[in-house]
């Protein structure tokens, strides 16, 4: 019998990934779309545009118990990725009440769901680095308490409460990751690693001369979001649920990304980089780096691409992609 997973959020970055695994590893992919994607295809799901004729897709809305209760209440899965979300920090500040709704109650409504309709479904939560905002220890790890700084940390954590508390209360198979940054090609471009690339690409083509950033001295750690997913399918795997922290373990600030990133394009970023204040955010996260050995001990997983492996097939990926197409996706003006 194939094992049947479902992925909220299966357009995105790490949703594409994960579909692409799992079908590898012989499952049967479900996805959860909403259904204003379904009429535009060509753009929201062109992420999963090598493997759409092998997933189900579900049209739902998160912002309602109802419909998630319909969508499990229609098939069984042994595995469920809750991967969706409101995933922009500087949004979370623009607009807090629909990232708290979104992230919040639909994690509360999938869970629910669940322990009503397939309480034996285990359960992946996408928590975030985020949640450590205001780092209480370095490097953090699973027991460093969290500190979030965002409208967006605070529903992560929510979220992972929420996970913990169905865990405990009702005996579910209920996992959290807490992932660090991870990126890629497929990385939206509203997020810093994918604004700079795409920027490096845009102005070695002649499309444009600048790019504008906020703060260069914030530092993240950031990994490949392919090496991730495969962190996430390992959680769902082992004797007992558990919460784990995934990440390189190496930090470098944005002013490393922009300084590698142009380089890759044989340019120099102090001639392109402008500071635009309006990017900055009303409460900044320093400083991030993790410490993933539970999960190297216990998952068996290893990242396998450093952050200037992951930095130069993002240049050369944007730089085909212009040079193929010529216009690049509009950019949200907060980015
Ligand atoms: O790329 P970012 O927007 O990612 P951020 O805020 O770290 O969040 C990402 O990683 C989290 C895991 O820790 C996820 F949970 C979350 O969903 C998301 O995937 O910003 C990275 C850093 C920040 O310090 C930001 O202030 O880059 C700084 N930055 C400087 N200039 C900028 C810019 N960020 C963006 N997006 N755009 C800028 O122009």
Redesign the pocket.
């Given at each position: 019998m194939k094992k049947k997973a479902l992925i909220t959020g299966i357009t995105g970055q790490d949703g594409s990934y994960l579909a692409e695994h799992l079908l590898g590893l012989d499952y049967e992919v479900h996805g959860i779309v909403r259904r204003v994607a379904l009429e535009q295809p060509e753009h929201r799901l062109s992420r999963l545009k090598g493997v759409l004729d092998k997933l189900k897709i579900h049209p739902a809305n998160l912002d309602s118990y109802p419909s998630i209760f319909h969508v499990f209440s229609r098939e069984q899965y042994d595995e469920c990725y809750h991967l969706a979300?409101q995933?922009?920090?500087?949004e979370s500040f623009a607009d807090g009440f629909s990232t708290m709704s979104t992230n919040i109650s639909g994690t509360h409504y999938v869970l629910a769901a669940l322990r009503e309709l397939q309480p034996k479904c285990k359960f992946y939560f996408a928590g975030?680095?985020?949640m450590f905002g205001k780092v209480r220890e370095t490097p953090q790890r699973e027991s460093t308490p969290f500190h979030p700084r965002s409208p967006?940390g605070i529903s992560?954590c929510a979220g992972f409460q929420l996970a913990v508390n169905y865990r405990e209360a009702y005996g579910m198979f209920c996992c959290n990751g807490i992932?660090?940054?991870h990126e890629s090609p497929r990385r939206g471009l509203?997020?810093?690693?994918r604004?700079i690339t795409n920027g490096v690409a845009r102005i070695k083509l002649g499309l444009a001369s600048e790019v504008?950033?906020?703060?260069?001295d914030?530092k993240?750690d950031w990994g490949h979001a392919r090496d991730y997913i495969e962190a996430m399918h390992l959680m769902l795997q082992q004797p007992a649920a558990d919460d784990y922290v995934v990440a390189t373990g190496q930090t470098h600030s944005?002013r490393d990304l922009c300084e590698l990133a142009f380089s890759e394009a044989g340019l120099d970023y102090n001639k392109y980089v402008k500071i635009?204040q309006s990017?900055?955010?009303p409460a900044?996260?320093d400083l991030?780096i993790g410490d993933a050995s539970k999960a190297h001990s216990v998952l068996k997983w290893q990242p396998k691409v450093d952050f200037a492996g992951l930095i130069k097939e993002m240049v050369h990926a944007d730089l085909a992609a212009l040079a193929s197409t010529g216009k690049s996706e509009p950019v949200l003006a907060r980015?």
């Open positions: 979300a995933s922009f920090v500087a975030s680095s985020e967006y992560k992932l660090f940054n509203e997020f810093v690693t604004k504008r950033l906020g703060n260069l914030a993240r944005v635009d990017v900055y955010r900044e996260v991030l980015a």
